[in-house]
Structures are given as C-alpha cells and as structure tokens.
Nanobody, 125 residues
Framework: VQLQASGGGLVQAGGSLRLSCVASGLRFSRYRMGWFRQAPGKEREFGAAITSSGDSTYYTDSVKGRFTISRDNAKNTVYLDMNSLKPEDTAVYYC???????????????????WGQGTLVTVSS
C-alpha cells in the first residue's frame, strides 16, 4: 500500500492550498481517509476525515469552516482544500487510510493502518 501526498508549499496568511493524496495497493472505496498534521515540536493531531463512501466528513474544531475534505473513488484520491490559512496551520500534513468498518473513531490514529510520507505546508504571516 502506498499513499502519495502532494500539494504542500509556502503560502501567505489568508491564502489557499489544495492537498492531494493518491492511494495504491488497496481497494480505496472500502477505506476511510484522514488528514492529520504535525507542527514542529508538537504531536500529530487530527485534521479531517471522510468515510469510505464519502457521505460523512469530520473536522477538528480549529479547521471547521476553512478546510474541506473530499474524495474521488474513481481516481483513488482524497483531497484537502484549505482556505483562509493561518500561520498556526503550518505543519507537515499526512494522509492516512483505515478500513471503513474500523470501530475506532475517525479522529483517532487507531482508525488508520496506512500513512503517507507527508507534505509540508508553511503559512507566513
């Protein structure tokens, strides 16, 4: 299984970025997908998640209303649209995949078996 994340970069506060994560080696439509992030010196934290069918999404409070997670099962790809970016959004962003039937909540790292390599997002003030 491989998860290839891309789309990170340097952006000014208030700007936007779109992250993409292409999955291979798994039956994508059966997996929940999540985006987590890790800022320098901090623990990895949950950002957003989407169910295997795409009918439900979940967000951490700090990104609600600014970030949107979506997926295209035909392309084995999950996206994270990030708007109104803030300096505190600076982090390495990781995509993750977990079985859609996993009992662990989508905000928990225990809900995921596979992780991408991360893509760096830097928001300047």
């Amino acid at each position: 299984v491989q998860l290839q994340a891309s789309g990170g970069g340097l952006v000014q506060a208030g700007g936007s970025l779109r992250l993409s994560c292409v999955a291979s080696g798994l039956r994508f439509s059966r997996y929940r997908m999540g985006w987590f992030r890790q800022a320098p010196g901090k623990e990895r934290e949950f950002g957003a998640a989407i169910t295997s069918s795409g009918d439900s999404t979940y967000y951490t409070d700090s990104v609600k209303g600014r970030f949107t997670i979506s997926r295209d099962n035909a392309k084995n790809t999950v996206y994270l649209d990030m708007n109104s970016l803030k300096p505190e959004d600076t982090a390495v962003y990781y995509c993750a995949a977990g079985p859609g039937t996993r009992a662990a909540p989508p905000a928990s790292v225990r809900g995921y078996d596979f992780w991408g390599q991360g893509t760096l997002v830097t928001v300047s003030s």
